[in-house]
């Protein structure tokens, strides 16, 4: 009970109060400066890749349709 008079009593200045913004905001000039990135020594493996050309024999499928007076096979 104590706690919500508390709020009551702190929201009621709040809701009378009229703001009006007189002078436009504007953010102050900042120089940055650069960082400094880490450096990495990386030993990676040696990959060779090779043009070997190599033929595969695809079968072939011959796909007949059924008619349409045929029954589906069971």
Known sequence: MRIAFAL????VPLAACDVDQ???AELPDVDVEGGNMPEFDVDTADVEVGSETTEVEVPTIDVEPADAGDEAPE
């Open 22 to 24: 007189t002078e436009e």
């Open 8 to 11: 009551a009593l702190l929201a």
